[in-house]
């Protein structure tokens, strides 16, 4: 029994590794993975090492090929494009079901939230920011149940993924991602959960908008568009 949970632990911890250094980009797209120099780097066995890989290909990190090698999963206007059409719908959702149960400490906490992305943009520090926006966008959401919180969480780091490679090193986007911050804390002070979710949708909307343009301005995305269109519906009884 002991040695099944020190190899559930050498999974865990080189699954947890292996995955901040993908999102944070430390392992770039593309990057075919050494098994053999990787397992010796991280003091671990193959085994742990391969499950680990089954586990970040299963989340989309990792692709798998036939001669069992792996590499990270590189960018593409398409993947990111299905990203967000996921995401905009489910987060449109989850801040209107987080919306009736927040309290005035939720929205403090907020507004300190905002406070410290204006100091972290002042400086220029993407990485720093990165920290409070992460949490601000999860307080928007936390109410709307464990698998959808879940489920965006795993999202938001993909997401975060793709803002590190085209904004990181820049102020891109800072300015206007504040006001749009800085208003969906107003519908959610106002309780209009209408409004927040069209703010939402719109606010990721943008930011997907311009990595794309970043990415390849002659794509297309009229998925996106329709995930966009869908998400800023207002509920029936809203109408």
């Given amino acids: ?109 907020m507004m300190g939230d905002l406070a410290q992305m204006d100091h972290y943009a002042e400086a220029q520090d993407v990485e720093g920011w990165e920290v409070p926006h992460r949490e601000f966008h999860r307080r928007l959401i936390q109410h709307a149940g464990r698998r959808v919180v879940e489920l965006l969480d795993q999202l938001s780091d993909h997401a975060g993924r793709y803002r590190r490679v085209y904004l990181a090193g820049t102020s891109y986007g800072f300015e206007a991602a504040a006001a749009e911050h800085r208003e969906l804390l107003e519908s959610c002070r106002a309780g209009d959960t209408n409004l927040a979710a069209a703010r939402l949708a719109h606010h990721l909307a943008h930011t997907a908008l311009d990595v794309l343009a970043m990415a390849d301005d002659a794509y297309e995305p009229h998925a996106l568009k329709v995930a966009l269109a869908v998400a800023q519906l207002p509920l029936p009884d809203e109408r």
Avoid: C, W
Wanted: no cysteine; hydrophobic share 40%; proline share 6%.
């Fill in 1 to 109: 029994m002991e040695k099944l949970a020190t190899e559930r632990h050498n999974v865990d911890a080189v699954h947890d590794r292996l995955r901040g250094a993908i999102l944070r980009g430390d392992i770039p797209p593309g990057e075919v993975l050494q098994q053999v120099a990787l397992a010796e780097e991280l003091g671990v066995s193959r085994t742990p090492l391969r499950e680990a890989f089954r586990l970040l290909q299963r989340e989309g990190l990792l692709e798998g090929s036939p001669n069992r090698s792996y590499r990270v999963t590189s960018f593409s206007p398409r993947d990111l494009e299905e990203l967000y059409v996921t995401f905009l719908p489910l987060q449109a959702l989850a801040i209107r079901l987080t919306i009736p149960l927040l309290q005035s400490s939720d929205i403090a906490t």
